[in-house]
């Protein structure tokens, strides 16, 4: 073995030692080398990265600072250099907590934000706060002790999240909360109520006739309205009364606390005075009521649905007996509910089970006494409750969709007796039908049928009359329009049920070649006595007369109201004076014995 402490060992030795300390520094400046390139890349990476990277020591004192940092809080990475977090990006109302819970961490270590992703609040240098998420690591070693922030801005996520969450609760017409919302409310004031041991009262509210309004003032003037009715709702009501929007003109108002359900009656009131009054949009006065419904919570009902379903049922009933007026819940309502929903059912079947008929009322011709027209309406042979009238069953028939069903039934009959009648009495003898708003609406497709059917009877189209409701002529929906004009290219003539008691334009009686006016029963009956409806349907005659339109007065029953609207020239009328609706049969006999002279006396009413 050689001895390591000989001179040649030592030379050896160093010149080992040598090679291995350059060996060591190449290795060295190598890994530096690699540390240099990874510091960079991170460099570039948190520089451009989304987040902004903030770095601190354990003074709170900012060591590290992005280029992303520098935009989302305004400060240059030379200007914050050694500030402190606490005094520049937390807003002053976190500031104490912030503090705290350093001290906690330094303390025995307690980090809740470590590691987790939190949402909070920052402060940009120009002291607007602003809405971060924020993950704090920490590095505690002896050479190192240093938190790390990464920052994201999130306002934009943040905005399109609230934008998201209104338009999902709240109506953007009116900013009142939406069912949605109404629904969360509800559910809320019923836990409230439980807590307090206290009542809340749940109102459905419904406009009255406000389709017609809002047909007659356009869309935007309908908005405009909407508007104005909810600032008037919400004036009525107390502060931490909930006003909601559940769809076009129906609104839902919860009043919580109530100890005396007596107590909301004058709150009803008052609303349904603050909504009669006139409302002014642009030149036009607009006069509207509203109807209301009202249920309490736990006497009525336990739960949401049971509550909706009273209120609603309220205001229905408040609806039938005339609107503009309120009416609690009772449990007679719910029977009355059922009952309708059994009626639903039954006039389902009623078509196929023949239970349906038409009744014919004359309409004769004031100048000549000829009986030249008839009007067919509709009657239902109910198995239980016997004869049912049209304004029972129509409303359900249009609320179901069942009209279109019965309205061709009611059109593909009337034209058989049109026919029949031309051929056995009058060549110009005319059936005037009956047909409702909704059947335009919803159903057009079927009554595009109806002139196809002409065609193949080889029938004049002036053997009908199709009767619409004033209404129909302000909807400015184009399938509606069209199909008016389809009607007068078919030359079936039209004519305007009820006139004067909606809103009627001159211009649209001329656009759609209108060519009858029926005077509603309502100013007829007052002939006599009213001098206010005398003047108008004298007004009425004579406006339609410069048009070219005819007249017909409805519900004539006194040989006085007949001379009146002789005088004024009114070319037909209808009423018991002359005959009451009568069944087919009765109706032909009523016929064959018409004298056809001018004496239309002498046919008395048979009914
Ligand atoms: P309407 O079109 O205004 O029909 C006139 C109503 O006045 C009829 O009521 C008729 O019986 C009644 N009436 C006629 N003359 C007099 C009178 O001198 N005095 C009084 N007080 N009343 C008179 P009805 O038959 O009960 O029909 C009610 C409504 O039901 C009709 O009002 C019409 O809007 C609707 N209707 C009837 N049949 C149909 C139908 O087939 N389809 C549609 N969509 N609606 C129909
Ligand atoms: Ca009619
Ligand atoms: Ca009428």
Known sequence: ??????????????????????????????????????????????????????????????????EQAEKIFGWSTEEIADKKVVDTIIPPRYRAAHEQGMKRFLENGETSVMDNVIEIHALHRDGHEFPVEISVSVIDSPD???????????????????????????????????????????????????????????????????????????????????????K??????????????????????????????????????????????????????????????????????????????SAEQSMYAAKAEGSNRYIFFKPELQQRALRKRKMIGELRKAIDRDELEIYYQPIVNLQSGKLQKAEALLRWHHPEAGLISPTVFKPIAEETGLIAEIGNWVFYHAIEQAIRWRELYDNDFQVSINTSAKQWIDEAAAMS???????????????????????????????????????????????????????????????????YLKIDQSFVRNLDHDQNDLALCDAIIAMAKKMGIQIVAEGVETENQERLLKDFGCDFAQGYLYSRP????????????????DKSRTAKNTA
């Open 582 to 597: 009568l069944p087919l049969a009765d109706f032909e006999n009523l016929l064959t014995a018409w004298p056809d002279h």
């Open 144 to 230: 190192l002790q240093e938190f790390s922030a990464y920052i994201r801005d999130i306002s934009e996520r943040k905005h399109a999240e609230t934008v998201i969450w209104n338009q999902a609760n709240f109506d953007s017409l009116t900013g009142l909360p939406n069912r949605n919302l109404f629904l969360q409310n509800l559910e809320h004031e019923i836990r409230s109520c439980d807590r307090s041991n206290q009542s809340l009262a749940l109102m459905y509210l419904d406009l009255d006739r406000f389709k017609d309004v809002n047909d007659s003032l356009g869309l935007v003037m309908g908005d405009q309205l909407l508007v104005e009715i909810s």
């Open 1 to 66: 073995m050689p001895d390591s402490d000989s001179p040649a060992d030592e030379i050896d030795d160093k010149a080992l030692l040598e090679a291995r300390v350059k060996a060591l520094e190449t290795d060295l400046r190598q890994k530096k080398e690699i540390i240099l390139a990874q510091h960079v890349k991170l460099e570039a990476f948190f520089g451009s990265s989304i987040d902004a990277l903030v770095q601190m020591d354990f003074d709170g004192h900012i060591t590290g600072w992005n």
């Open 449 to 515: 049928q109806w002139f196809e059917h002409l065609r193949k009877k080889d029938i004049s189209g002036h053997a009908i009359c199709i009767e619409v409701t004033e209404g129909l002529l302000m909807d400015a929906r184009d399938k509606i329009t069209n199909r008016l004009l389809d009607f007068n290219e078919a030359e079936i003539q039209i004519s305007i049920d009820d006139f004067g008691t909606g809103y009627s334009s001159i211009p649209n009686l001329k656009r759609f070649d209108i060519d």
């Open 232 to 309: 008037r709702l919400q004036k009525v009501v107390r502060e931490i009364d909930t006003v909601s929007r559940l769809s076009g003109d129906e609104f839902a108002i919860i009043l919580g606390n109530i100890d005396d359900q007596l107590a909301v009656q004058p709150i009803c009131q008052e609303l349904l005075d603050s909504l009669s009054r006139p409302y002014q949009l642009d030149n036009e006065k607009v006069f509207l009521t509203a109807s209301i419904g009202v249920t309490f919570y736990p006497q009525d009902s336990k739960n949401t649905e049971g509550l909706q379903r």
